[in-house]
């Protein structure tokens, strides 16, 4: 009894203090705390025709969820991009090899880094942590109106979507299976707000 107690007060105290030590990880509580006080964020704009995903290298995550982004949304245009991308960089091994049970096609993918043309040209940004967020908020907070999270759309917490790069396959499938849904949720909202429209 008393070992479990302490197992319960270490786990949350180990994670408040790693947030304490690392930028980075309290860019991402601050925004788990707030997506869920705030709820499912409304999409920007009258339209979206353009849509781009950004994550950190642009060879897991982002092109990922580009390609099923891209699936599920016929006529819309969606492009990958990282922060700190190596230009022309290939996917992830074991990101193509994951992506292909989910149906995707990785194999010919290259990383592009994120350029000022592309937060220009998109009508949405989508980024999958709250640092994502937060980068994108200090490199261009001219555009942060068209800025959400990925992991936003999901149905329940936590919503981001953490960096499967190094990690065994079993976590590049619980990592895809979960941008998986966050798309689906994400292709509904902007398939609904394309009905209203028409």
Same mark, same amino acid.
Do not use: K
């Given at each position: 009894?008393?070992?479990?107690?302490?197992?319960?007060?270490?786990?949350?105290l180990g994670?408040?203090?790693r947030c304490?030590?690392?930028a980075?990880?309290r860019? =991402? /509580?601050?925004w788990e705390?707030? $997506? @869920?006080? &705030?709820g #499912?964020?409304?999409?920007p704009?009258?339209?979206?025709?353009r849509?781009?995903?950004?994550?950190?290298?642009n060879?897991?995550?982002s092109?990922?969820?580009?390609?099923?982004?891209?699936r599920?949304c016929?006529?819309?245009?969606?492009?990958?991009?990282?922060?700190?991308?190596g230009d022309?960089?290939p996917?992830q091994p074991d990101a193509?090899?994951?992506?292909?049970?989910f149906?995707? =096609? /990785?194999?010919?993918?290259r990383? $592009? @880094?994120m &350029?000022? #043309?592309?937060v220009d040209?998109?009508?949405?940004i989508i980024?999958?942590t709250?640092?994502?967020?937060?980068?994108?908020?200090?490199?261009?907070p001219?555009?942060?109106d068209?800025?959400?999270l990925?992991g936003d759309?999901?149905?329940r917490?936590?919503?981001?979507?953490?960096?499967?790069?190094g990690?065994p396959?079993e976590?590049f499938?619980?990592?895809?299976?979960?941008?998986?849904?966050?798309?689906a949720?994400?292709a509904?909202r902007?398939?609904?707000?394309g009905?209203?429209a028409?």
């Amino acid at each position: 009894m008393r070992m479990s107690l302490v197992r319960s007060i270490r786990r949350p105290l180990g994670t408040a203090l790693r947030c304490l030590r690392s930028a980075d990880e309290r860019q =991402d /509580l601050i925004w788990e705390l707030r $997506r @869920r006080g &705030r709820g #499912e964020p409304v999409l920007p704009g009258p339209g979206i025709e353009r849509v781009l995903v950004v994550c950190y290298g642009n060879i897991c995550r982002s092109p990922f969820a580009e390609r099923l982004l891209a699936r599920a949304c016929a006529g819309l245009v969606v492009r990958s991009a990282g922060f700190e991308a190596g230009d022309g960089d290939p996917a992830q091994p074991d990101a193509i090899r994951v992506a292909a049970e989910f149906g995707i =096609d /990785l194999s010919d993918h290259r990383a $592009r @880094r994120m &350029r000022r #043309e592309d937060v220009d040209w998109a009508d949405l940004i989508i980024g999958m942590t709250g640092r994502h967020h937060a980068m994108l908020r200090v490199r261009w907070p001219d555009r942060t109106d068209r800025l959400r999270l990925l992991g936003d759309f999901l149905l329940r917490p936590p919503y981001a979507l953490e960096d499967p790069w190094g990690c065994p396959p079993e976590i590049f499938r619980a990592v895809y299976r979960r941008i998986e849904q966050a798309t689906a949720g994400l292709a509904g909202r902007i398939q609904e707000r394309g009905r209203a429209a028409s």
